[in-house]
């Protein structure tokens, strides 16, 4: 069963940063992956992709802001996702959670992010 643990997540002002990860329990060589997040009372949605040879895609409001990378193999054995999130706006409130793509795996406990003054 694949783990996932995401983590860097906080409270943070109006255009400010945050770098989250994900650290998955094995390689992920092969795999495409992905960074979700979900907002109280809304459904979880797709918000940056990576494939296997490191394309991307966003979700339109996070265009030029977010930056999804990858490493396939971290510290000899498990995988990462990274996302760096730079002018960060009160809208971008949610719970991050990664994952493949399309989502299969069992979901992380994932990590708050709180933009806020």
């Known amino acids: 069963q694949v783990q996932l643990v995401e983590s860097g997540g906080g409270l943070v002002q109006p255009g400010g940063s945050l770098r989250l990860s994900c650290t998955i329990s094995?390689?992920?060589?092969?795999?495409?992956m992905a960074w979700y997040r979900q907002a109280p009372g809304k459904q979880r949605e797709l918000v940056a992709r990576i494939t296997t040879g490191s394309s991307t895609n966003y979700l339109d409001s996070v265009k030029g802001r977010f930056t999804i990378s990858r490493d396939n193999v971290k510290d000899n054995v498990k995988g990462a996702v990274y996302l760096q999130m730079d002018s960060l706006k009160p809208e971008d409130t949610a719970v991050y959670y990664c994952?493949?793509?399309?989502?299969?795996?069992?979901w992380g406990q994932g990590t708050q992010v709180t933009v806020s003054s």
């Open positions: 994952n493949n793509y399309p989502s299969s795996w069992f």
């Open positions: 094995g390689t992920i060589f092969g795999i495409n």
